[in-house]
């Protein structure tokens, strides 16, 4: 596609329930990064992907957060049992390969939590 | 892990003025810097970025910034601004050391600029 789609832009979860946020990155990238930008803060990271495998998932801020990509393209981000705390604009980024290669942004999905 | 310190969190200006917008980060071992605009309800774009050469960077809408390796700086400036600069930007690092997951961006906090009439 002609950039990275994320669906949907805008999710409300009363707390407690399971969400589940895609994202759609230019084919042919290599790379998926997800970020967490909480209100008022710089994105950080989450986890990364190079294809299928996920090589680091350092930044998951608890098991109720699960990433896949199982084919190497689309990624899902998962959340169990949603907290308030976890109202924040989730953000993913590909890139064609490591490194210094440029990232690309989607707009992100705004999850909050009530 | 890589800490990025951008000192204003707003930075209002008058349209047709000069700003910087400053970012410092924690390491002084290899790295890539980059800064990024984000738009209302939008994304992160690139503006610019610093991978080697030069230390001056030219990026898009006229913006450009200057590696400063002793000072573990990279500020971020604009001759003249326009109305249409009003958003947020971040500065980005990126270190390639053994262990780090390459490409993996650390994030300041973010800097608001206001451009006023």
């Given at each position: 596609?002609?950039?990275?789609?994320?669906?949907?832009?805008?999710?409300?979860?009363?707390?407690?329930?399971?969400?589940?946020?895609?994202?759609?990155?230019?084919?042919?990238?290599?790379?998926?990064?997800?970020?967490?930008?909480?209100?008022?803060?710089?994105?950080?990271?989450?986890?990364?992907?190079?294809?299928?495998?996920?090589?680091?998932?350092?930044?998951?801020?608890?098991?109720?957060?699960?990433?896949?990509?199982?084919?190497?393209?689309?990624?899902?981000?998962?959340?169990?049992?949603?907290?308030?705390?976890?109202?924040?604009?989730?953000?993913?980024?590909?890139?064609?390969?490591?490194?210094?290669?440029?990232?690309?942004?989607?707009?992100?999905?705004?999850?909050?939590?009530? | 892990?890589?800490?990025v310190?951008q000192?204003?969190?707003?930075?209002?200006?008058?349209?047709?003025?000069?700003?910087?917008?400053?970012c410092?980060y924690?390491?002084?071992?290899?790295?890539?810097l980059f800064w990024?605009?984000?738009?209302?309800?939008?994304?992160?774009?690139?503006?610019?970025?610093?991978?080697?050469?030069?230390?001056?960077?030219?990026?898009?809408?006229?913006?450009?910034?200057?590696?400063?390796?002793?000072?573990?700086?990279f500020?971020l400036?604009?001759?003249?601004?326009?109305?249409?600069?009003?958003?947020?930007y971040f500065c980005a690092v990126?270190?390639?050391?053994?262990?780090?997951?390459?490409?993996?961006?650390?994030f300041g906090?973010?800097?608001?600029?206001?451009?006023?009439?």
């Amino acid at each position: 596609g002609a950039g990275v789609s994320q669906s949907p832009r805008y999710k409300v979860a009363k707390r407690g329930q399971d969400v589940a946020l895609r994202c759609d990155p230019i084919s042919g990238h290599v790379s998926l990064f997800w970020y967490q930008q909480a209100l008022g803060q710089g994105p950080e990271f989450l986890t990364y992907f190079q294809n299928e495998a996920q090589l680091d998932k350092s930044g998951l801020p608890s098991d109720r957060f699960f990433a896949e990509r199982p084919e190497g393209s689309v990624s899902t981000l998962k959340i169990q049992r949603t907290q308030q705390e976890d109202s924040a604009v989730y953000l993913c980024a590909s890139s064609l390969g490591q490194g210094n290669t440029e990232a690309f942004f989607g707009q992100g999905t705004r999850l909050t939590v009530v | 892990a890589q800490s990025v310190t951008q000192l204003d969190s707003q930075v209002p200006v008058f349209e047709e003025a000069p700003v910087e917008l400053r970012c410092n980060y924690s390491s002084s071992v290899s790295v890539y810097l980059f800064w990024y605009v984000q738009y209302p309800n939008q994304g992160l774009q690139l503006l610019l970025k610093y991978l080697s050469g030069s230390t001056l960077v030219k990026g898009i809408n006229g913006f450009e910034a200057e590696f400063n390796k002793s000072q573990t700086s990279f500020h971020l400036r604009k001759p003249s601004v326009h109305i249409s600069d009003t958003a947020e930007y971040f500065c980005a690092v990126s270190d390639f050391n053994r262990g780090s997951t390459l490409g993996r961006l650390y994030f300041g906090r973010g800097t608001q600029l206001t451009v006023w009439p």
